[in-house]
């Protein structure tokens, strides 16, 4: 048995979903369940259709959490873990659980959950890129943030990690060992579920738009409206998000532009700033970025987002058309925080972003895709992640750093 503890952001399920559908297609699991406390979690999953039918393709997804935030309920959906423990403890003496979880074993009641598996539990990186130190310290440059990590004693008997600043790393002697393993959005199974479902999924939304299929489109990655530290502005990320619809809609020579919120993007000001498109062909999508690079001829954002890490991998130009501030541009040497995932870096000026969106546009290999380039999990992290191996054997594997 897999048991999967997601957080209350929907990074987790991206990042560990595609290793989960690998392992149900290469070795014996048992079953897979995926857990949340979150009812907003639970929610947004249940209506990201990509996610909750993938999910549903290799196990079950599971609330374990409070109906409300009133005391009786809370108090229910502890009485109600109970079980889930004990259910747990048997499979555990029996030899046949894994538990998979990016933080919240490290509080309680969850914590039980570790002492029951403490040598079966396993705690991943909850972004499927890593965090480069380009990206700390951008996210730092004016107030210094809480470590992902703050306690050695961390609940894991073997923490993932994607790159040397990983926040999952651990600095003391006491500490469980930390291993890498690499992304993992091109595993065959992930890569073989979006192939056949991707023409489905977009043909839904264009209908729901109606809005007549196209086989390109052009797709915008939304963020947070607000303040960020390190954007020149409280309502630059306004001011973008309408410089891009609009050079999109003037040289995007007809092609549908799909707007896919994040979990914090205000829905209400997307609406209103909608309103002077009426008639245009937009969709406000909810697909998976996998999905939506399938048919994309670029990815476009208005600050760096690990999407575009999916589009990146999948062969879409990425943009980033943002507004950093000079101090920001200063740490960054003028480019984006995140380099090696970022094609083009425009800040603030249309003509340049234009320029770029034309370029990108212009090139005749921009639809060639690599969907069919997969890239296996390391069969140790199979082996241990399926009782093949035990953790001191896979201690003894050197590791790539």
């Known amino acids: 048995m897999i048991a999967v503890f997601i957080n209350n952001k929907l990074i987790s399920t991206d990042t560990i979903l595609p290793l989960v559908m690998e ?17 907003f979690t639970y ?48 499979a555990a003496r029996i ?37 480069s130190q380009k990206e700390s310290e951008i996210d730092s440059i004016e ?21 040397e600043a990983s926040g999952i790393l651990l600095d003391s002697e006491t500490a469980p060992p930390t291993l890498f393993h690499p992304p993992v959005f091109r595993t065959k199974a992930w890569t073989d579920f979006v192939e056949a479902h991707s023409d ?11 809005v007549a299929p196209k086989s390109e489109i052009l797709t915008f990655m939304l963020g947070y409206f607000g303040k960020l530290d390190f954007l020149i502005s409280e ?12 050079t999109l809609l003037e040289v995007g020579e007809g092609r549908p532009i ?65 507004g950093y501030t000079d101090k920001a541009l200063a740490l960054t040497k003028d480019g984006s925080m995140r380099p090696e995932l970022v094609d083009h870096f425009v800040n603030l000026d249309r003509t340049a972003f234009r320029n770029v969106v034309q370029s990108v546009l212009a090139r005749s290999d ?15 992290l199979c082996d241990l992640l399926t009782h093949n191996a035990s953790v001191s054997d896979i201690i003894k594997t050197p590791q790539p750093v």
């Open 200 to 210: 489905g999924y977009l043909n839904q939304d264009f209908d729901r738009a109606s």
């Open 143 to 163: 107030r210094v943030r809480k470590p992902l990590l703050a306690k050695p004693a961390a609940c894991m008997s073997v923490g993932f990690r994607h790159m």
């Open 258 to 322: 799909f707007l896919k919120p994040h979990v914090i993007t205000n829905r209400e000001v997307l609406k209103d700033a909608l309103m002077r498109y009426r008639g245009k062909s937009i969709i406000v999508s909810y697909l998976h970025p996998a999905v939506l690079a399938s048919r994309s001829r670029l990815f476009v954002a208005s600050y760096y987002s690990t999407t575009l890490s999916i589009a990146k991998g999948m062969g879409v130009p990425t943009i980033e058309f943002s």
């Open 43 to 90: 929610d947004e999953i249940c209506l990201n259709t990509v996610l909750y039918d993938a999910i549903q393709s290799v196990g079950e997804f599971c609330f374990i959490g409070a109906k409300s935030r009133t005391l009786p309920a809370r108090l229910l959906s502890r009485l109600l873990f109970l079980p889930l423990i004990l259910k747990f403890f048997i």
């Open 23 to 39: 392992l149900h297609r290469t070795a014996e699991t048992g079953p897979i369940r995926f857990y949340t406390s979150s009812q």
């Open 366 to 380: 921009t639809m060639a895709r690599n969907n069919s380039v997969t890239h296996p999990i390391d069969p140790a």
């Open 95 to 131: 030899g046949q659980l894994t538990i998979i979880h990016f933080g919240i074993l490290d509080v309680w009641p969850f914590r039980m959950l570790y002492y029951v598996a403490r040598n079966r539990t396993f705690k991943f990186e909850q972004t499927p890129i890593g965090h």
């Open 235 to 246: 309502s630059i990320q306004l001011e973008l998000f309408h410089k891009t619809i609009e």
